[in-house]
């Protein structure tokens, strides 16, 4: 009879014991998003003193959650100068719990709602995939976007009037797409068909692809467009692209930027490419009017201080913009295809 007594407070002191486990802090478990090495440092988020949010000396200490699509050299410079920023203007104060989808849009789905489950006090979401799902994960929850082109094609707003007066703000890496074109013009007035080269899966870069199309055939090219859904495709995509143009252009696009060494086996030597920004450039282009992805990240963290310190409401908050555009080229591929730089221009880094 003892024997059958004890199982019940056994099987309690089990379950107890399972529960309790289940519910404490364990600093090793983490979301089921894939987290890879920051560009910068990387702080998991922890309970303050007293849990209160008060560190020893009275400072506040905020969490802040970065969202980063991709790997690839502007996204990670953004990410930089946007810790950069927060650590100058706030020390101290803040901690980053950074996690990267490796260019997986519901893996964006998943850190967003990590993110809210951990009660961030801001996110900042590093391309318009990441912009997007955590936009869908909370509406309370400051949002700052970097590394996003065009913010009312990201949420399907006609006539954006460069504020979003919600819990979203943030940066654009857009330069000017008819100086895009017309860049084409000053090194290649005699090519006739124009390539686009693009992902479908972002709508920023159809974005750009169907108005740097409009100032092309404006120049007087006749442009056709070549969209390719991953890295899966691109090579065939790309070579179909490269066997019917004279010149290829690439906007801003994430899944290029991952892809520029598919892309410059294709085309080094044999066809230019003109691209949307400064890292593509550097992999397998030719020239770019560009601008520093490290620049509006920091421009990202002194927006996020001033809404963390309660100096400025988010949703108030107008999208900023790079304030210059450089012209660069790359001289590896100029040399490969023996092409005369115009003046004007200088080597990407």
Not at 159 to 177: C, H, K, Q, R, Y
């Amino acid at each position: 009879m003892k024997k059958t007594a004890k199982l019940p407070a056994l099987l309690l002191a089990l379950a107890l014991a399972l529960s309790l486990a289940a519910c404490s802090d364990n600093p090793g478990a983490e979301s089921s998003a894939p987290v890879e090495s920051q560009p910068t440092e990387s702080t998991e988020p922890s309970s303050a003193p007293g849990g209160d949010g008060t560190e020893p000396g009275g400072e506040v200490k905020f969490t802040v959650g970065i969202s980063q699509y991709v790997t690839h050299d502007a996204l990670d410079a953004a990410t930089k100068g946007f810790q950069d920023a927060l650590n100058e203007l706030m020390p101290g104060q803040v901690e980053f719990v950074y996690q990267n989808a490796a260019e997986d849009p519901a893996v964006c789905s998943t850190i967003a709602n990590d993110f809210v489950a951990r009660g961030v006090d801001l996110i900042m979401a590093n391309a318009t995939p990441a912009l997007q799902a955590a936009a869908a994960a909370t509406g309370d929850i400051p949002i700052l976007g970097t590394s996003v082109t065009e913010y009312g094609v990201a949420f399907g707003i006609k006539d954006f009037s460069g504020t979003l007066g919600t819990n979203v703000s943030g940066t654009s890496d857009l330069a000017p797409l008819d100086q895009q074109a017309q860049m084409i013009k000053d090194w290649y007035p005699d090519a006739k068909n124009i390539g686009l080269l693009y992902c479908s899966n972002e709508d920023n870069s159809q974005y750009q692809v169907d108005t740097v199309q409009g100032y092309l055939e404006e120049l007087g090219y006749t442009c056709k467009q070549y969209a390719f859904s991953d890295s899966n495709d691109i090579a065939a995509v790309c070579q179909a692209a490269a066997d019917s143009s004279d010149v290829l252009y690439i906007p801003t696009d994430n899944s290029a930027a991952s892809s520029t060494g598919i892309i410059d086996n294709i085309c080094h030597g044999n066809i230019p490419v003109f691209c949307g920004e400064e890292n593509i450039c550097k992999g397998c282009g030719v020239a770019t009017l560009s601008i520093s992805y490290y620049d509006i990240g920091y421009k990202t963290g002194e927006m996020a201080a001033q809404i963390l310190k309660g100096e400025a409401d988010v949703s108030e908050m107008p999208i900023q913009y790079a304030p210059e555009f450089v012209k660069k080229y790359n001289p590896d591929m100029c040399e490969a295809l023996n092409i005369t730089v115009p003046d004007g221009y200088e080597a990407v880094g």
